[in-house]
């Protein structure tokens, strides 16, 4: 890379690792930067150099996502790796049941159109694992930031958004279900 960056203006060198400081570490209670503050610290062209640094960063299979939270509130911009990690990388450190567990918590809220009641999440995951199993569950995915939970309703969190391809999820659920409809036939 420093060959690369050779013929590169000193200015936009500095605001890329900048950039890359700001997306990369984590400052806050969560990892990344919002678009104020890289537009803050790096002018009014961030994109550019936020494009120019995920260009540097596919090379070692990082990209960066930007993700919308809400629409009344600044994007925030994540460094992700690139495509599907390798099962052994995804599941290091997890149990399969609590892997299964986030993944029902996940593809519920998402079939109940981005907000499920936690009274229906609970009561469906308890069919399944005891309940203190659920408690601890629900728990950790809200610090973890996989989830989150307002006035008794459940949402994707940051985590979830940013690392999580929404759509070949409900794609994926949605081919199980028609290869199942199809062996009932």
């Not at 159109?113 to 308890?126: F, M, N, S, Y």
């Amino acid at each position: 890379m420093p060959e690369e960056d050779e013929g590169m203006d000193p200015d936009v060198r500095d605001k890329i690792e900048r950039a890359a400081q700001l997306i990369l570490f984590k400052r806050h209670r969560e990892p990344g930067a919002k678009s104020w503050e890289l537009k803050q610290t790096l002018g009014k062209r961030y994109p550019e150099i936020v494009d120019m640094l995920d260009q540097k960063l596919q090379k070692i299979g990082l990209e960066v996502k930007e993700i919308q939270e809400e629409e009344d509130k600044p994007s925030r911009y994540y460094a992700t790796m690139k495509g599907h990690p390798r099962l052994s990388d995804r599941t290091f450190g997890w149990r399969i049941d609590d892997m299964a567990c986030l993944a029902v918590i996940l593809t519920y809220i998402q079939s109940k159109r981005g907000k499920a009641p936690l009274d229906e999440v609970k009561d469906l995951l308890k069919e399944k694992i005891p309940k203190w199993r659920v408690e601890k569950n629900i728990n950790r995915f809200t610090k973890m930031g996989y989830i989150s939970e307002d006035d008794g309703m459940l949402y994707m969190d940051w985590r979830a958004r940013a690392e999580i391809d929404q759509k070949e999820m409900l794609e994926q659920l949605l081919a199980k279900e028609i290869k199942e409809s199809e062996k009932e036939e």
